[in-house]
């Protein structure tokens, strides 16, 4: 995925946040509902939690972001 797809595809997400929140915390299960109002929608601030939480390289916790943006179902929400 192109860095500018994927821009465009985080706008969606960033505006579907709410909706979003629990296939979030599904995909990624250390991450408390506070640790989603924290981030609400941020892709920084996701990575980061990712990295925290998970003692992932920021490399890897963006590429997982990556994936799970290319799989997201964000048409249904």
């Keep these: 995925m192109s860095w500018q797809n ?3 595809k985080w706008e969606q997400v960033s ?3 709410e909706q979003l929140k629990g296939e979030v915390q599904v995909q990624w299960g250390k991450l408390t509902d506070d640790d ?3 981030i609400d929608g ?3 601030k996701l990575v980061g939690k990712l ?3 998970y003692g992932k390289a920021e490399e890897e916790a963006e590429e997982e972001v990556d994936l ?3 799989n ?3 048409d249904e929400h």
Aim: net charge positive; aromatic share 10%.
């Design 6 to 8: 994927s821009s465009a």
């Design 15 to 17: 505006g579907k946040w």
């Design 36 to 38: 989603l109002d924290i």
């Design 42 to 44: 941020n892709r920084k």
């Design 51 to 53: 990295q925290e939480k």
């Design 68 to 70: 799970w943006l290319v």
């Design 72 to 74: 997201s179902r964000l």
